[in-house]
């Protein structure tokens, strides 16, 4: 019956061991993004699954290790404008997030977040600058 067995025949069981696995990924996709490039091989010997097993669980969920591994980045590059000093280039938190440089990030910016991430830096700004007064 293993063979034979439905995908969508997932019994609790199986799908909470899913969910556990995913969160395994996920963790090791955030733990290990700031080391550089963040492979599906790497994740799933993190994991103890096959590579095949890795991209199963991401497609049950609606979604792929490669999207999972760009939102880790996007989330990072977002943090990373809003809290980073005004003189930390984009092209600077690019790189560290493991983009190619300031125009791939940006492509990448606009096509998932509607906005260019000096158009984001410039939104959500924590940084208040205080002019003297005059009196």
Not at 28 to 57: D, Q, W
Not at 69 to 84: F, K, N, P, S, Y
Request: with cysteine.
């Amino acid at each position: 019956m293993s063979s034979a067995r439905s995908r969508s025949a997932e019994t609790p069981e199986s799908e909470a061991r899913d969910a556990a696995l995913r969160f395994v990924v996920e963790r090791y996709i955030r733990s290990a993004m700031p080391l550089g490039r963040v492979t599906a091989e790497a994740a799933a010997n993190e994991a103890a699954i096959s590579v095949r097993t890795l991209h199963r669980l991401f497609q049950a969920a609606g979604t792929t290790f490669a999207d999972r591994v760009r939102e880790e980045r996007l989330r990072g590059v977002m943090h990373d404008l809003v809290t980073a000093a005004p003189t930390v280039s984009v092209g600077e938190i690019a790189m560290r997030w493991g983009f190619y440089d300031s125009s791939h990030l940006t492509r990448t910016f606009q096509r998932y977040l509607g906005c260019t991430p000096t158009e984001y830096r410039a939104a959500n700004s924590t940084v208040s600058v205080q002019l003297p007064r005059k009196d």
